[in-house]
């Protein structure tokens, strides 16, 4: 009587699995809008089979149940991805995820134009994103967050080739489907040589003016206009160019890192970022948080030049009083410490809250938001 009772309760939960699997995802419907039916995530890895009537049409599965590269955030992003007996995609959708630039300032739409573009590639293709190498496919990137796209196309060209060849599905047309993948970062360092041999010169430049600047201050002239130059770089290379702009996000990023899982991949994948930490961190030690806020911080870089041409304009000027301002200047350690609070307990709304830093909307997203976020940057 025990095992027919285990035995009822074990189908029942297995039909509530099935059940729940297609409640769960139901964009597994438009993978394949000709299914009458999907099976469970069942078999390693885990997948459902799609079918209509008795035939098999192909199988969708999730990432996470297959393979977990950390993005940015230190955590995977989740997708469910179908593909049909011909290793063809069906489709991709982003179900979960923790990417801050992808949890507020990336549009569903922008997300769906993304997906979109895997519909009718092999599970076998080496898909790249922006230029490819010889023996690759490309596609286009998301403008402000190509880190989190690398990582999420790796994530489902790996597990959708590994659950592919786990139901026997093969390629005679690419015959290395097989052959091992290199190391995510790797491929990011490739892709940034450009970018990153220009931070690296600017950065070098910087490092020479600040040992110089005795010298330099003899030359009031020289130096502002060599300042002002620098300003340029710093709000079109570092940040519109190079999306380099630091923010408390990736400081709590890092932090989380630091006290669960820290991997120094989870960091290398955004080479520019890396370098600019590393060089903020010895230049902090050295000659105090000037450096970075004075010379290396793309919205800093926007306000001071701002303030410049106001007073060439001879725009009226207003400044606080000291007591006002030593209040004020306080603030911003009291967001940090609620921000951090606010973190531990769920990091996407931290990244929601921290929209009071309006760098995002000025610098990664070039003020294309809605009206309420550019207004506030610009004010």
Not at 99 to 111: D, F, K, M, N
Not at 254 to 283: C, K, Q, S, Y
């Amino acid at each position: 009587m025990v095992k027919i009772l285990f035995a009822f309760l074990l189908a029942l939960s297995s039909a509530h699995a099935a059940e729940s699997v297609a409640e769960a995802y139901p964009q597994a419907k438009s993978f394949f809008p000709e299914a009458d039916r999907f099976g469970e995530l069942e078999g390693k890895p885990r997948a459902a089979p799609a079918y209509v009537g008795s035939t098999l049409l192909g199988w969708v599965f999730l990432t996470n149940d297959v393979l977990r590269i950390p993005a940015y955030s230190g955590k995977p992003i989740n997708s469910l991805v179908g593909f049909d007996l011909s290793g063809k995609i069906r489709g991709i959708a982003i179900v979960e995820h923790q990417e801050p630039i992808l949890a507020v300032g990336i549009s569903e739409q922008r997300l769906k134009a993304f997906a979109d573009q895997y519909r009718g590639k092999s599970v076998f293709d080496r898909v790249a994103i922006g230029a490819p190498r010889p023996g690759q496919v490309a596609i286009d990137t998301i403008s402000g967050a190509t880190m989190t796209v690398m990582v999420e196309n790796a994530t489902v060209m790996r597990a959708a080739r590994k659950v592919a060849d786990s139901r026997g599905l093969k390629d005679g047309a690419h015959a290395d489907g097989g052959a091992p993948d290199e190391p995510l970062w790797v491929a990011a360092w490739q892709q940034a040589k450009f970018r990153t041999g220009i931070l690296i010169a600017g950065l070098a430049l910087l490092t020479l003016i600040l040992v110089l600047q005795d010298w330099l201050a003899r030359y009031p002239v020289f130096l502002g206009a060599l300042r002002r130059g620098f300003l340029l770089y710093t709000i079109f290379f570092i940040g519109w160019y190079g999306l380099a702009q630091l923010s408390v996000i990736h400081v709590l990023t890092f932090v989380h890192a630091a006290t669960h899982d820290f991997r120094w991949e989870n960091f290398l994948i955004d080479p520019m970022l890396f370098i600019l930490w590393g060089f903020v961190a010895v230049t902090l030690l050295l000659w105090g948080r000037g450096v970075y806020c004075g010379w290396l911080c793309p919205f800093g870089a926007m306000q001071e030049l701002a303030q410049q041409a106001a007073k060439r304009l001879k725009i009226p000027q207003y400044e606080f009083p000291d007591v006002v301002h030593e209040r004020l200047w306080g603030v911003k350690y009291v967001i940090l410490i609620l921000l951090f609070g606010l973190s531990l307990q769920s990091m996407g709304q931290a990244v929601r809250y921290a929209e009071i830093e309006p760098f995002k909307t000025a610098v990664t997203l070039h003020f294309g938001r809605e009206w309420l976020f550019v207004l506030y940057a610009a004010g």
